[in-house]
């Protein structure tokens, strides 16, 4: 009997590709398993097994595999009915999927390392040049990658030499390149334990009076122990008493300190002692019994409580609970770069349970955090992650916390799958008969319109932690302000009043800013030319530190201007204003404190944003200037004053969610104010102080918000009553877009009637030398999803059918925001 096996490729395949095992192999081989297979002529990729059967492929010969690469799957079942979903969900491939799942270290095929076979001998004659000169170089380098033999061939594609060694066994390719992961060991000293007794030691210090400086090695040993309670490291050792390796090494010669490694998790903490977590209040220990309630009736749960009422303690209480039982848990977060706070928090409670999943860590970090949660290590229990921990392999997940559920940024926006990381996770918890709570001060429209059509459960807590009072929020109209010269730049003078005051007595302040950059757009005053970026449809936006202009589309930047390119005009005039402006301005106003920034620009790098939250929490900082960043959870206790610089750019967004993220991020600015015991204030500057958004975020009415919000998604069709799809064709030939676009939506038409918008181009039509153009489907509640799918799936496939369409790009993203 014939074996084959179905393998997922990390390409966008629409279908399984199928190749023939042995008899030996089927038997060895799960689903879930890697095996390394050959690929149209000359590619060699890394494959996932996904099922294991004995159906000949009718349609091509099904080849042989390479290579197995796992002794044991690295992928669950479960995983694999998850993947099924996004990828039917989100209509996108199982090879999507796969590629957003797996750590790059999973997936080497460019890593590769070729070496010599050295069982065979080769005859050169029997080479062809290309061979000979990968086989030759192998001669003088024991090991080549596959971007050696690109230099060295001075080709990209080098699979066919690749191959055609391998079929005259001429090289092998090694398999270790697939665990080329190595644990890293750290230094650890102790005393030794001839020691332990405190005559023995004192006789030991006295015998070191003649060495003082192995004496103070010991002494800081004893120091560096009873601060931190952990083991010293070698490394820290030598820093603290500024000895020498040399010296150290004398003492663990002469075994007065003993020497033992530990393998350092990349991942893990590094502390033991667990903190017990903190006694609830009545409003927390109320919402835990409600949230365990729903619980018994809905597996989701939706805690609206507002911000600074202590969910985060109330989330705590249910991942002990969960724990104990030998379970994990899953807690989302929208961006794991801003939350070091809650790891910190989480990591005094939990300890060695927490692992953090930051799409920031190298891909050997995920691959040791992969397997941790694959072999259900407890020290994997917790995965506190941003949207891809959704991938990981679980094995007994008992609970998925979704803290700050509202977030846009749960949404993968390219490239797919387009997924959305708290719907997928609602389906991943499912899946292991678990429940999911969703936690947010705003929650999104779609969550709460869940929790009116009964779907969800709902609990809330309507009370700051220590009953400290909503923050108190003014409205400042600058309209009026501007005409009666009470501006001082882009303060009014009702924030410089409440600013000066705060800082007087020691108050930190937070100015909200929803743009990066100093200046946006640079205007010539006399001919009114902005100056564009050559590659996409958008103006160049001013940074003065660099003095430079930048296109946040596709980061092309060039010197900043010293006269119009257009008119030759020196008048050249800064339009609108960002952070770097709002700083600048700022510090002009108070010179005597310091301002900081957090945006974007400022936070690059694994450890930007704990650079700059530190330095504020430690009050290096007394104003901080940031853009959105500042609104995801971040808990300062100093703070007492929010200045919101300009609400209108927020307000006047060209998007049907505009008013919602408004009023969330409004909000969530707002909660930063104020969180210990004081109430804080809040000062929103506008020019449309009678905004219905502006006066329910200062009466902090979510109700009113979401009825008035609902009523303008019915009248309009849009989630969370209608869903959307949305598909948009990229090429870099207008016509092409233009016309295939028509085409597109003609056909879309002919089946889905006027609930297709568009074709239209976007406000920005062109990236990076790409035009777009748009197609809107929306779908009616009683219309069916999937057959919805199935119809534009048909049309897509007609659609690249065509010649002279095939080279156009089509992206399809599914409740896309
Ligand atoms: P939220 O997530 O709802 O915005 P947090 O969980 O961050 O609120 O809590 C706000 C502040 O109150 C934090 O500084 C937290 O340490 C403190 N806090 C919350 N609950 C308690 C509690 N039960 N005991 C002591 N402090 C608490
Ligand atoms: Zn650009
Ligand atoms: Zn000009």
């Known amino acids: 009997m014939q074996h084959f096996i179905d393998v997922i490729l990390p390409i966008p395949l629409e279908r399984l590709f199928t190749y023939s095992i042995t008899q030996a192999e089927s038997e060895f081989l799960k689903a879930g398993m890697r095996v390394a297979v050959p690929f149209g002529k000359t590619k060699i990729y890394t494959a996932l097994v996904f099922e294991i059967h004995q159906q000949q492929p009718t349609a091509y010969e099904a080849k042989e595999i390479h290579q197995i690469l796992d002794d044991a799957p690295i992928i669950t079942q479960t995983q694999l009915t998850h993947w099924q979903w996004i990828a039917e969900y989100y209509l996108c491939t199982l090879g999507d999927v796969l590629r957003a799942a797996l750590p790059n270290s999973f997936l080497l095929e460019s890593e590769t390392i070729i070496t010599k076979n050295n069982d065979k001998i080769i005859n050169d004659a029997d080479l062809k040049d290309e061979e000979f000169l990968v086989y030759e ?59 332990s007794e405190s005559e023995k030691l004192q006789q030991l210090l006295e015998e070191l009076s003649r060495a003082p400086k192995q004496r103070d090695v010991i002494m800081t040993l004893f120091s560096i122990s009873a601060q931190t309670k952990k083991p010293v490291k070698v490394s820290d050792l030598s820093e603290a008493s500024d000895a020498s390796p040399a010296i150290i090494k004398t003492l663990i010669d002469k075994e007065i300190l003993a020497e033992y490694h530990f393998q350092e998790d990349r991942v893990a903490y590094s502390g ?50 969960v724990i104990a039982k030998g379970k994990q848990v899953l807690y989302l ?33 995920r691959f040791e955090l992969w397997n941790n949660v ?63 709570l969703l936690g947010s001060a705003t929650p999104s429209l779609e969550s709460y319109y869940n929790v009116k059509q009964g779907k969800y459960g ?38 410089i009043e409440e600013m000066t005051e705060a800082l007087s007595v020691g108050h930190q302040i937070i100015l909200f800013q929803n743009r990066r950059g100093f200046s946006p757009i640079v205007e010539c005053v006399t001919c009114g030319h902005a100056p564009q970026c050559p590659n996409c449809d958008v103006s160049l936006t001013f940074h003065q530190f660099k003095n430079e202009l930048r ?43 310091k301002v900081g920034r957090m945006d974007l620009d400022t936070t690059r790098g694994k450890f930007g944003y704990d650079r700059i939250i530190t330095a504020f929490e430690q009050k290096e900082i007394d104003i901080l200037v940031g853009t959105q960043m500042l609104t995801k959870g971040l808990d300062f206790r100093n703070v007492k004053l929010v200045g919101i610089m300009n609400a209108d750019n927020m307000l006047n967004f060209p998007d049907f969610r505009a008013l919602e993220r408004s009023f969330q991020l409004m909000l969530q600015v707002s909660g930063r ?48 009553i209608y ?62 999803l999937s057959k919805t799918k199935k119809a534009i799936v048909k049309i897509n496939n007609s659609f690249l059918s065509i010649k002279e369409f095939r080279s156009v790009r089509v992206i399809l993203n599914v409740d896309n925001f």
């Open 333 to 365: 977060l929208p961006e794991i770069a801003l939350t070091t706070q809650l790891v910190s928090r989480l990591e005094t409670y939990f300890g060695g349970n927490v692992s953090v999943y930051h799409s920031k860590y190298s891909s050997h970090e």
């Open 272 to 321: 033991d002692a667990n903190e017990a977590s903190k006694t609830l209040n009545t409003y927390q220990e109320k919402a835990l019994e409600e949230i365990k309630q729903s619980f018994e009736t809905f597996n989701i749960t939706l805690l609206h409580g507002v911000t600074s009422s202590g969910k985060t303690e109330v989330y705590v209480k249910l991942i002990e609970e």
């Open 723 to 784: 869903r959307l799809i949305k598909i948009t064709l990229k090429h870099k030939d207008f016509n092409k877009v233009n016309i295939g676009a028509e085409w597109y939506a003609t056909g879309l038409k002919q089946v889905f009637k006027s609930n297709i918008l568009g074709p239209e181009f976007p406000p920005i039509s062109r990236i990076r030398n790409q035009f777009h153009k748009n197609i809107l489907v929306k779908i009616p509640p009683q219309q069916s």
């Open 137 to 195: 170089a192998l001669h003088h380098q024991s090991s080549l990658k596959l971007h050696d033999l690109i230099n060295i061939l001075d080709k990209k594609n080098v699979f066919s030499v690749i191959n055609a060694l391998l079929d005259k066994d001429a090289i092998v390719l090694q398999e270790e390149v697939y665990e080329k992961y190595k644990p890293k060991l750290v230094r650890y000293v102790k005393l030794n334990s001839n020691y």
């Open 374 to 436: 694959l072999q259900n290590q407890p020290k994997a229990q917790i995965v506190l992650g941003a949207r891809s921990s959704i991938f990981l392999p679980f094995h007994d997940l008992g609970l998925v916390i979704v803290d700050e559920e509202h977030e846009t940024s749960f949404k993968q926006f390219d490239p797919a799958p387009r997924y959305h990381a708290r719907d997928a996770a609602i389906v991943l918890a499912a899946l292991f008969k678990s429940k999911t």
């Open 673 to 720: 104010a104020g969180r210990t015991d004081e109430r804080g204030k809040v000062l929103i500057q506008t020019y449309n102080p009678h905004h219905r958004i502006l006066h329910q975020v200062s009466t902090n009415n979510y109700a009113e918000m979401y009825m008035e919000q609902m009523d303008e998604r019915h009248n309009f069709k849009y989630p969370p």
């Open 551 to 593: 296109c946040h589309y596709c980061g092309y930047y060039t010197a900043m201007l010293k006269n119009c390119m257009a008119c030759g005009s020196v008048e050249l005039d800064n339009k609108g204003f960002g952070t770097e402006q709002v700083q600048e301005e700022a510090q002009a106003l108070f010179p005597e404190h």
């Open 458 to 495: 709902l609990v809330e807590i309507t009370h700051r932690f220590n009953d400290v009072l909503m923050p108190d929020i003014e409205l400042v109209d600058i309209q009026d302000k501007h005409k009666r010269k009470r501006m001082t730049g882009h303060f009014s003078d009702r924030l």
